[in-house]
């Protein structure tokens, strides 16, 4: 926390010349790499170069001085490092594994007795219908939680009947399910900045609709009306919303006004709404761990410009390699 704290200061100190003396700061700002390049040769004569922690926390500081098309030149080490180093230093600030335990809460052993004991009692009744007997009896169990325990118990957590599969259910379904999800992103100066991501399960196109630092409920009911009003008449093939419980009544009432029925997702179940956890990582993997973002409005453009990409060009396993608009 200290690090990061300390890397932020910096950061704000090293830009206040760029603003007074912009001609000269990218000079400067090259000398000083180019001076504390010399002292960490100078330190070690033999062997591969090695960067202390104050090394990469210098050169991470520096680097928003230096135009991004001049980094090869200038620094030591490659635009991906200085990427990196950056990204260490943010998480830094948000890491909180000292403050809370590792992993979820296990499961009591009285709990995971009485979903065994309820699924041999009952061989017909599924996963999901030991999960509502539990509800009833007052205990907060998450569904994926009573899925694992008789999947570990080597009990079938859902025992086939006639009719479909769920995967063909699920399938014959995904044409009317969009789904709701938050992700984050750090600036340069380490504010963090939340975006809204919508993502239709049949064709897997995706909808950025807004990012901003304070995130209300007014503002996310204001981006389910700019979503229904970008689907227009598609919203008529739409007929579930799948979300967690962080959106409001008001998020819940315009999406009830086009006669969707919102489904809310349990806690700590990331498999509930799986694709949007994925399309999140793939968001993260290939655009937000390779660039720094500034501000609010760079965020939103490039966010954009990826949608854009994502939707109209890149190729999705799903759809049989073919682009979610293609």
């Known amino acids: 926390m200290i690090v990061s704290l300390l890397y932020k200061v910096a950061r704000k100190l090293l830009s206040v010349p760029s603003v007074v003396l912009r001609s000269e700061t990218a000079k400067d700002a090259e000398l000083l790499i180019l001076r504390h390049e ?50 260490r230093f943010v998480a830094c600030k948000w890491d909180y594994t000292a403050h809370r335990r590792i992993g979820r ?62 995967r063909e259910f699920l399938t014959a379904q995904a044409e009317g399910i969009i789904a709701a999800d938050f992700f984050h992103l750090d600036t340069v100066l380490g504010t963090r900045l939340y975006a809204l991501a919508f993502l239709e399960h049949h064709t897997r196109r995706l909808h950025i609709t807004g990012v901003t630092a304070h995130p209300t409920q007014a503002w996310t ?22 979300r967690d419980g962080k959106y409001g009544h008001t998020f ?14 349990a806690p700590r179940a990331p498999r509930m709404n799986a694709h949007c956890e994925r399309v999140i990582g793939t968001i993260r993997r290939e655009l937000l761990d390779h660039i720094l973002i500034m501000d609010e409005g760079h965020a939103r453009q490039v966010l954009k410009t990826y949608e854009e990409h994502y939707n109209g060009h890149r190729p999705h396993q799903a759809r049989d390699q073919l682009a979610p608009a293609g």
């Open 38 to 87: 010399n002292a960490i040769l100078r330190r070690q004569s033999t062997g591969p170069v090695r960067y202390e922690p104050a090394d990469r926390f210098w050169l991470a500081a520096l680097s928003g001085l230096v135009d991004r098309h001049r980094w090869r030149e200038v620094f030591p080490v490659t635009p991906g490092t200085l990427l990196a180093w950056h990204r």
């Open 105 to 166: 809460p296990s499961t009591r052993a009285a709990i995971k007795t009485l979903v065994v004991r309820l699924a041999r009692d009952n061989p017909r009744w599924g996963n999901r219908r030991v999960y509502g007997e539990l509800v009833r009896l007052g205990h907060r169990i998450a569904p994926s939680t009573v899925w694992q325990i008789l999947h570990d118990a080597g009990i079938d957590p859902a025992p086939r009947r006639t009719g479909p599969t769920w």
């Open 221 to 242: 009911a204001q981006q389910a009306r700019n979503l229904a009003a970008d689907l227009g008449h598609r919203m008529e093939s739409l007929r579930f919303v799948l």
């Open 252 to 265: 819940d009432t315009v999406f009830h006004a086009d006669d969707l029925r919102v489904l809310r997702s």
